[in-house]
């Protein structure tokens, strides 16, 4: 009971702090719950519905099959193949909104009874607001298309637009009307190229007898994506490897993913961003704890006196530990729980928020043991932390807690045992004193006896502040410590930013295995000379090179490989180039996946043949979650086909800006002819609009922070700091002139964090977010370097922590002088 | 103290009600009080009277619920914040009961500070100023220690020395020698005569009958009016034990 009622009076008396506390501990519950429940709700539920729509382990795209029966039947007599079947589909460029595709766009027909599959069972569709599902169609359209929510972040695609379809040469092209969205959890996401688009069986079997009819002028191909179930106990790569030898499937197979690679392109934004809100969360939690610390340590300074006198009535300094744990654990548990109830409303929130990038409306699900585990490990951890603090408690005797010695000990109501240390016989000797001594510094230059810079007459206001800092240093590092972490995790996004560029340049870089300013693939018969021209009457060429991206299997593993005519082009970071004939490059990855290093031999097969290579060297592209290969034009003719459309033209400009203008004059000569890309891709903007909503978001989280813990530590300071605030006062120093002091001491401290924290984030950005971009297969991550990406986030920390304190020290004027009266 | 006397510092029906809640307790109650140039006065009464309150009052230093208070003719009470601020740097000095000097400040900083916020002189000055200050008043040993490190009397007579590195036109002292011993008390008692006898305005507030010996003129608070006055001729060491009878003489008159 006894109990019950310290604690209750010590809530009330410290209900600021321990609110602040409480505020600190709900957004780190509330950051941590939110990053595990789209996580793992994103996870399970994109495997959930790839299982449930009837999408198999493997899935092989396969275009112009003569006799699909046969196919499937071919595949299913391999060992180790449970079932397969097929999901016809129509490939075609498109285009929409004057945005062309960057690669091409599947018609599936939404149809009622396919071989074995049923599509609309499989595809649920969305109301056009997004926020939720929306009944099936009856019917599609003959003139109408459903496409993916992220169609509407990479094209600004919104029922009613148009999309074409380049069907056929001569202008057959079709135009359908864009009716609504629909999930696709299979190619949904904007971090996916390939866009699936729903349209009615009447519409399929239109395009299909045109596609007929064009014979050589069609330009779109008719397709299937082939869903493979694997039996039980077979590895999904050990039948990819099977099938890639199957004769009629490699026949006509473009690409084979299994579900596990499809499943994390689907994530993959998702995951990185997981991952950047994970790393954040901890931050904040570490500044949450040392704001708690500094808070309990000025609570047991506050609360000297009363600790002793409950001391001499009997209680224990465990006890009294205890008491003061349970007013922050309740604090903590409060802020903890209510986190957690509210993750559920705003992960929901971001779910819908995030439809547009991933395509997929998350649901969200409570992961219980996780969350638990957060929730034990936020209580363990701040009860841990209090019983650090608290420790001390038990080892003064009450009667030294009455005579303030030692800890708590206070003039005027200022502690100053931070400035003495233990001297033997001499008892507790001034710090500063002992720093003269040691260092003998000169008085003049030394604050005349105190160890610390001298109060200079100009900068009067500064030199003040400093001193208060230099003498009060325990009460002003949470600031410094919290401005430090802020910084560190301000900086890591802000050079991320920095590295993606305005433009994504720098993620295009990471996919794009060589540099280029425009690239043109010849589809038709037009010679590469005369498009040059047109190239030419707009800017000079500075320098050029070809580039195909076949499907070739390395050690029966398909991958796809970037074929380039200058090898030396390649961003290799480790070993050399592949400038001869039987020489490759792999990524990383692939290197990994393989178990090859530089120096050892593959064998690569093309639809020519297949011979050894030697790996020369390893490079970056992130392409195929970084899993492909590097080859010469040369090495891949040994085992390859040339085909004039397999390649791709890049070329560098001697002016850059002229590339919109040279792509719409290219369009308008060749049309479908000619694919015309920048190094960029439409899903780009998702992303980076992602990463500046993330800043803007980590911002004003950081404000919040900095608002709490500037309100705590300064409320305590400018509450022991009354009497010397009166004492400036009569000696006629304003009230504005003592604001800006107070504030410039916040200032200073949060000025040594946001050192700290940006030389943190100069040496250990590229370390952790390396090890992040890795996981969608970028390994080459080397952050901006900036003066903005630098200075900016030190800058803006430091600033709020000086706003902050500029606004808190308002009180100042509020001040009553009669503090100092004797009576 | 021949000749007309020039008014330094006047109150107007000054004022002062304290809330305590739904009640009001008016501390102080209309005083018009009149404080002369070069004079060291002095205010006595009994605990809880008003004293200190009348002081900070006059000294700009605590609002006034009603009245008027002028500093050579100029109306001060209505000063906003930073007017106030710059007058109590350029024209008044404090020494309080307690010292309150800035704990993490040496005494000579503590003196520096107050001269740099007054802006009068140049840096240099400024020093010069208060080593001289601190020679004065026998601190000069103690100069770079922290308020800590000193004796009371130390930290006094630093305080002192604070209050009179901006050449103030009036210096306010609250109880001064409240919180000191003997020894203590007869040297700041000293400085402050000594600075009378050199022009220096005083005003102090006391309730120990040697100190209020000091002054040249005495009032008496009680019940927040001021009862009666006493005049003295200037302070001379040989008169001592003479002016402390006439004082205690005074005072018994007013049931003190």
């Known amino acids: 009971m006894e109990n019950l009622m310290i604690i209750r009076a010590g809530m009330k008396r410290h209900k600021g702090s321990l609110f602040g506390i409480a505020i600190l501990m709900f957004l780190t519950a509330l950051f941590l719950n939110v990053v595990l429940m789209t996580a793992f709700s994103g996870n399970s539920y994109i495997r959930e519905e790839m299982e449930r729509a009837g999408f198999g382990d493997l899935t092989a795209w396969t275009a112009d099959v003569p006799d699909m029966e046969f196919l499937l039947e071919s595949i299913r007599e391999q060992e180790g193949v449970e079932d397969a079947k097929v999901q016809r589909l129509i490939f075609s460029e498109y285009e929409a909104n004057g945005v062309e595709s960057d690669s091409e766009g599947q018609m599936i027909p939404w149809i009622s009874a396919e071989i074995g599959i049923s599509t609309r069972s499989r595809y649920h569709f969305f109301e056009n607001s997004l926020s939720e599902y929306a009944k099936a169609p009856k019917e599609i359209g003959e003139q109408e298309v459903y496409v993916s929510p992220s169609m509407k972040s990479m094209m600004d695609l919104e029922p009613g637009d148009i999309i074409t379809f380049p069907i056929a040469r001569g202008g057959r092209n079709l135009s359908l009307t864009v009716a609504g969205y629909y999930e696709d959890p299979f190619m949904g996401s904007s971090m996916i190229g390939m866009k699936g688009f729903l349209v009615s069986e009447k519409t399929y079997e239109k395009i299909l007898s045109v596609i007929e009819d064009s014979g050589m002028d069609a330009l779109a191909r008719n397709g299937s994506m082939i869903h493979i179930e694997t039996a039980e106990g077979i590895t999904v790569s050990e039948m990819n490897r099977v099938l890639t030898t199957n004769k009629p499937l490699s026949m006509y197979t473009e690409f084979i993913h299994s579900a596990e690679t499809i499943a994390g392109f689907m994530v993959i934004l998702q995951n990185a961003f997981s991952a950047l809100f994970a790393a954040f969360a901890v931050v904040l939690l570490g500044a949450a704890l040392v704001v708690m610390g500094h808070s309990i340590s000025g609570l047991v300074e506050q609360e000297w006196k009363n600790f002793g006198i409950l001391k001499t009535i009997g209680f224990t300094g465990k006890q009294l530990a205890g008491q003061v744990m349970m007013q922050y654990m309740a604090a903590v548990g409060s802020g903890v729980m209510l986190g957690m109830l509210l993750a559920v409303l705003i992960s929901g929130q971001i779910s819908r928020m995030m439809v547009t990038t991933t395509g997929v409306l998350l649901p969200i699900r409570f992961p219980l043991l996780p969350c638990m585990g957060v929730l034990i490990i936020l209580l363990l951890l701040s009860a841990g932390f209090c019983v650090l603090c608290l420790g001390r408690l038990g080892r003064i005797s009450p009667m030294a807690v009455i005579r303030r010695e030692c800890e708590g000990q206070t003039e005027c109501g200022r502690n100053l045992c931070g400035n003495k240390r233990w001297n033997g016989k001499r008892g507790f000797i001034q710090r500063a004193d002992a720093r003269m001594r040691r260092k003998k510094v000169s008085a003049k230059h030394m604050g005349y006896g105190t160890g610390f810079p001298a109060i200079r007459a100009k900068g009067l206001t500064f030199h003040l502040a400093l001193r208060q800092v230099l003498t009060g240093r325990k009460r002003y590092i949470s600031a410094c410590l919290v401005a430090g972490m802020l910084v560190f995790f301000a900086s890591l996004t802000g050079r991320i930013n920095d590295w993606l560029g305005v433009d994504g340049k720098g993620m295009m870089d990471a996919f794009n295995p060589a540099d280029l300013d425009l690239g043109v693939q010849v589809l038709g018969k037009i010679p590469a000379q005369e498009m040059e021209q047109v190239v030419l009457s707009y800017t000079d060429i500075t320098d050029s090179y070809m580039l195909a991206m076949p499907s070739v299997s390395v050690n029966g593993t398909n991958y796809t490989a970037n074929v380039i005519t200058e090898p030396e082009r390649f961003h290799i970071s480790a070993g050399k180039t592949c400038r001869e004939k039987n020489e490759v490059v792999l990524t990383e990855m692939l290197a990994a996946d393989l178990g090859a290093e530089a120096g050892e031999l593959v064998t690569i097969r093309g639809n020519k043949g297949s011979r050894e290579f030697r790996i020369s060297g390893i490079y970056h592209c992130a392409n195929d979650m970084g899993a492909n290969l590097g080859m010469s034009r040369e090495g891949y003719l040994s085992i390859g086909e040339d085909d004039s459309r397999l390649w791709c033209y890049h070329y560098f400009l001697s002016d850059p800006s002229r590339k919109q203008a040279l792509t719409e004059k290219l369009e308008q000569v060749y049309g479908g002819d000619v694919y015309v890309h920048e190094n960029s891709w439409p899903g780009l903007l998702g992303i980076i609009s992602a990463m500046h909503l993330l800043i803007f978001f980590l911002y004003g989280v950081s404000v919040i922070f900095v608002c709490i813990v500037t309100g705590m530590a300064g409320a305590r300071i400018l509450d022991t700091e009354r009497k010397d605030i009166g004492i400036y006062k009569s000696i006629g120093c304003s009230v504005e002139m003592l604001r800006l002091s107070f504030a410039l001491r916040f200032g200073l401290v949060s000025a040594v964090g946001a050192v700290i924290g940006t030389l943190a984030a100069v040496g250990f950005t590229d370390v952790i977010v390396s090890s992040v971009m890795q996981l969608a297969g970028i390994s080459n991550f080397a952050s901006g370097n900036t003066p903005g990406s630098i200075l900016f986030p030190g800058l803006t920390v430091t600033f709020l922590f000086l706003g902050f304190a500029w606004l808190l020290a308002g009180r100042i004027r509020k001040g009553d002088m009669n503090v100092l009266t004797a009576e | ?256």
Not at chain 2, 127 to 139: F, I, K, P, S, T
Not at chain 2, 149 to 172: C, D, H, K, N, Y
Request: hydrophobic share 40%.
């Open chain 2, 1 to 256: 103290m021949g000749g007309v006397k020039n008014v330094i510092l006047q109150g107007e029906k000054i004022t002062r009600i304290f809330c305590q809640g739904k009640v009001e307790i008016k501390v102080l109650d209309e005083i018009d009080i009149k404080i002369f140039e070069k004079d060291f006065t002095v205010i006595m009464g009994p605990s809880g009277a008003g004293k200190s309150t009348l002081l900070y009052m006059l000294g700009g230093m605590d609002h006034i619920s009603e009245g008027h208070v002028f500093y050579r003719d100029k109306e001060i009470s209505s000063f906003a914040e930073s007017r106030m601020g710059r007058l109590r740097a350029e024209e008044f000095g404090f020494v309080f009961q307690q010292t309150h000097l800035v704990s993490n400040l040496t005494l000579l900083e503590n003196i520096l500070v107050a001269g740099y916020v007054s802006k009068k002189d140049s840096a240099e000055k400024v020093r010069e100023r208060a080593e001289n200050l601190l020679r004065q008043m026998d601190v000069e040993e103690a100069k770079n220690r922290l308020p800590y490190q000193v004796s009371g009397g130390e930290a006094q007579r630093a305080a002192i020395a604070r209050a009179m590195i901006g050449t103030p036109g009036l210096l306010f002292a609250d109880e001064p020698t409240g919180a000191l011993n003997q020894a203590n008390t007869r040297e700041v008692l000293n400085l402050l005569s000594d600075l009378n006898r050199k022009g220096q305005s005083i005003l102090m507030v006391t309730h120990d009958l040697r100190a209020a010996a000091r002054g040249n003129r005495i009032l008496y608070l009680e019940d927040g009016k001021i009862c009666d006055e006493l005049a003295l001729k200037p302070y001379n060491e040989m008169e001592e034990k003479q002016r402390e009878r006439d004082v205690s003489q005074w005072l018994s008159g007013l049931r003190w």
